[in-house]
């Protein structure tokens, strides 16, 4: 069966076609389990109110009762004003020193699958450039929420994609996370990702197969876009190649300065086969080589001098408990009862939400909340804010996450993978990697665990762009980039015109605001 992703281009798709390929089964290995734990990463609420980017305000001389003699100097004052004045105001982008940005994504890399496999590239981009040690993903730790944290720099209860799937609670509709792929509504709520941002600002982007990368954001587009089909197979290593070799010419055809590229696996194996298999083993081996092909193409494209590369992921993955003797089953649970439920999200991993009916929020709250020692349920209002999910408006009344190994089932048990991930983001096999090079970044160096949320700011510092208000700090990963990269970004100020850009005619506001002031002189005296 074939599948089908879709190119958007200003306004118009293009079908492209894809042979699909089956998943072969091998015996799984024994399982080798990491015993360390982490922690908590600290983060910061840096919320920055917009503004709007400031210029100057010219008063010009009075052109009343015009003489033969000073006619001539009044017209060169008022063109010059006229030329000069949009410069302070508008800022015009420097075409010359700025670098492209490539982010990759793959989906469900957790932090050690390099150490269990030999992975050449990636232990080449350790060396060439900058590798965490981990990164904390954002909770809950689902494939869209995580990865529009990473465009956005927000918190998931910030930006408010709380769920890989839509879900109304008045009308009881919960559509699939392909299908909420293409859902605007869901997507577009009030954030604004780095495509929208980067675009706005006189940049062009693109989003390859990237959550979130289809819709457009109060009303614009990303510039090229390509969506999944429906039956997509993930696994197809030659197709990854051609994705690598399109997005290629995105940055060499068509002038893009960011693109944003994503890959299904190691996710989709480690949910099947378990994080411990043999099947993932070889996935991650299959990452490593397509690395590996997408440096070879960025050299052979003329692009290793100007374009920075972030290798990265939304979430690591944790074997599931299947035959545990105390599986977290709310069909079981004494007094409790869905006829006082008006609304569930449940059956996805170890997370849930409830909507109790009316009346029934404190009896259900009563019943569910000791009933079993693998099981945390919250009054919304009550719920862990070091989780930084909560507060949304489309976040129910009562909610839940369950232990690691456990997952939650619903009326009945129909969840049997061997994988899963969406648990507790301080765990850490819910950690995933960072890696980057590029001519921004420095080194050999390896630097400490630090949040996903941050990974904007830096994005944006690369860029030379105005961020969005955030909750990321650029003085977490500031000190990846070499010292010429970082000297030559803009402060994170809205009110502050992006760095890169220009101010006509050279770039540099005290001549521009000189001139001015020497042309209505002249006026004056004339």
């Known amino acids: 069966m074939g599948t089908v992703g879709t190119i958007q281009r200003a306004g118009r798709t293009e079908s492209h076609s894809h042979p699909a390929r089956g998943l072969a089964a091998a015996s799984p290995s024994p399982k080798r389990r990491v015993p360390e734990r982490g922690r908590a990463e600290s983060g910061c609420l840096a919320q920055r109110p917009k503004a709007p980017l400031q210029g100057t305000c010219l008063e010009l001389v009075s052109l009343e009762n015009p003489s033969i003699m000073r006619r001539p100097a009044v017209l060169l004052a008022v063109a010059l004003a006229a030329l000069l004045a949009p410069a302070v105001a508008a800022p015009v982008r420097q075409l010359s020193s700025r670098n492209k940005l490539l982010l990759v994504s793959f989906d469900g890399f957790r932090w050690n699958y390099d150490q269990d496999v030999d992975t050449p590239n990636l232990d080449a981009m350790a060396l060439e450039g900058v590798k965490a040690r981990y990164m904390t993903p954002a909770f809950i730790t689902l494939t869209s929420p995580c990865h529009f944290t990473l465009v956005t720099g927000k918190y998931i209860e910030n930006h408010g994609v709380v769920h890989n799937m839509f879900y109304n609670t008045s009308s009881k509709l919960k559509l699939p996370y ?92 480690g ?13 991650v081996m299959q990452v490593d080589r397509t690395v590996g092909y997408l440096r070879d193409r960025i050299r052979l494209s003329g692009l290793e001098s100007s374009l920075n590369l972030i290798i990265t992921s939304d979430h690591g993955m944790s074997t599931v408990n299947k035959n545990a003797s105390d599986l977290v089953e709310l069909h079981k649970v004494s007094n409790f009862s869905f006829k006082d439920i008006e609304f569930e999200l449940l059956d996805y991993g170890p997370n849930g939400m409830l909507l109790p009916k009316e009346g029934m929020l404190e009896k259900v709250y009563e019943v569910l909340k000791d009933a079993h020692p693998r099981l945390h349920v919250y009054k919304k209002e009550n719920f862990p804010k070091s989780f930084h999910y909560a507060n949304h408006s489309r ?17 009945v048990n129909v969840q049997f993978n061997n994988g899963e991930h969406g648990f507790d983001n301080k765990l850490m096999d819910m950690k995933t990697i960072f890696r980057a090079t590029g001519p921004s970044f420095k080194r050999g160096l390896e630097v400490e665990p630090f949040e996903s949320v941050h990974v904007y700011e830096l994005m944006c510092r690369l860029l030379g762009i105005v961020p969005e208000a955030n909750d990321g700090l650029l003085s977490t990963l500031l000190p990846t980039l070499r010292e010429e990269a970082g000297d030559a970004a803009p402060s994170t100020s809205l009110a502050t015109p992006p760095s890169g850009s220009a101010l006509l005619p050279s770039g540099r506001p005290h001549l521009v605001t000189g001139l001015l002031v020497a042309a209505i002189l002249l006026a004056k005296v004339a």
């Open 178 to 269: 392909h299908t909420t792929l293409g859902v605007q509504g869901w997507w577009d709520n009030g954030s604004v990702p780095i495509w929208v941002t980067a675009q706005r600002q006189g940049l062009k982007t693109g989003s390859f197969f990237y959550p979130g990368g289809n819709v457009t954001y109060q009303g614009e587009a990303v510039t090229l876009s390509r969506k999944e089909g429906f039956l997509h197979n993930y696994k197809d290593e030659a197709e990854w190649r051609a994705n690598i070799d399109t997005v290629m010419e995105w940055f060499t055809q068509e002038g893009l300065d960011l693109v944003t590229l994503y890959f299904g696996e190691p996710d989709s194996t």
């Open 271 to 283: 949910h099947r086969y378990g994080p411990e298999s043999q099947e993932r083993k070889e996935m």
């Open 395 to 411: 976040v129910t009344p009562l909610l839940m996450y369950s232990d690691l190994g456990y997952v939650i089932h619903g009326r």
